[in-house]
């Protein structure tokens, strides 16, 4: 079996470094690979003297992007099984080995380890998608809310250690590089249901999560994070768009959504720096590109 690691990095030069370091460690990776997505903190002239890794460095595209060159690499590589993971997460030595039992079972695309911050269980991962019901959020049996100490099927989780089989990518493609931060990942693990696959999640592979910590006021954190949410607003409407079962949540939840962000907006323009009025027409736009399909053209 031949297992490709794909990692992804921008700007993040001492966490791309811990996180190579426990891959190393993690038997039988065959090949890493590592996207530079444009980084200019010394990540580029410190990858060009590791003799052991692949390394492809092109633009900022985002993290979707990078997943869809080092997915896609890996590939020409020949790799039997892929994995994908941002540089702000650290395999234990013996997570592969917890993973790679379940590859045996032909059914299982998507094998998804089990995430720690500080010691404590960190997960996004979630059991039921619901396309139906505009009023309820999209994400229900989320494992963040139960005691999870068995290897559970799961329909989503995040790009932060999925280990991917050869064949999925062959059936379903690459992923959708057009939307750069966010929900790619989810839009990944629903083509992987869709194509009949199952998503397991084993809680004894173990990778620890960076925390970031920042001493930045409410009105600085949010001018920092305000690019994202623009994408946050876009994708997510785009996922209710394409695959949502009525046109109450087609258009209706993206809106929903948008509008929570436009009234905060609104009603703190006047008093904080967090958002400008111009932001609220960036933000209905990012809704109204969101219901455009030529986004899930890739």
Not at 21 to 27: E, F, I, Q
Not at 110 to 118: H, I, K, W
Not at 149 to 163: D, K, M, Q, R, S
Not at 185 to 191: A, G
Request: aromatic share 14%; with cysteine.
């Amino acid at each position: 079996m031949k297992i490709i690691a794909v990692v992804v990095t921008f700007n993040r030069c001492e966490l791309l470094k811990r996180n190579i370091d426990c891959l190393r460690s993690n038997k039988p990776v065959t090949d890493i690979v590592v996207v530079n997505n444009g980084s200019t903190d010394g990540t580029f002239e410190w990858l060009s003297i590791q003799t052991d890794l692949t390394v492809v460095t092109q633009e900022n595209v985002g993290g979707s992007g990078g997943f869809y060159t080092g997915i896609q690499t890996a590939l020409q590589m020949g790799a039997d099984w892929i994995w994908c993971m941002d540089d702000d997460v650290f395999p234990r030595p013996d997570c592969m080995e917890h993973l790679l039992p379940y590859t045996q079972d032909e059914k299982v695309g998507m094998l998804a380890p089990r995430r720690l911050q500080e010691g404590k269980i960190y997960t996004n991962d979630f059991q039921l998608l619901n396309w139906v019901n505009p009023f309820a959020s999209l994400y229900g049996g989320k494992l963040s809310k139960q005691q999870v100490n068995a290897p559970v099927e799961i329909c989503g989780t995040a790009f932060e250690g999925p280990f991917i089989r050869r064949e999925v990518v062959e059936q379903i493609g690459l992923p959708n590089k057009e939307l750069f931060i966010f929900c790619d990942d989810t839009d990944y693990c629903i083509r992987t249901v869709n194509a009949g696959y199952k998503i397991m999640y084993i809680p004894d592979a173990l990778m620890d999560k960076e925390k970031f910590f920042s001493n930045d006021s409410w009105a600085e954190r949010n001018k920092k994070k305000k690019w994202k949410r623009f994408y946050q607003v876009r994708n997510s409407t785009y996922l209710n768009h394409h695959y949502g079962k009525n046109w109450m949540v087609r258009y209706l939840r993206g809106f929903n959504g948008v509008l929570g962000y436009i009234l905060t907006a609104f009603f703190t323009c006047p008093f904080s720096s967090a958002y400008q009025w111009s932001d609220i027409r960036k933000l209905w736009q990012a809704y109204r590109d969101g219901l455009n399909e030529k986004l899930g053209k890739m």
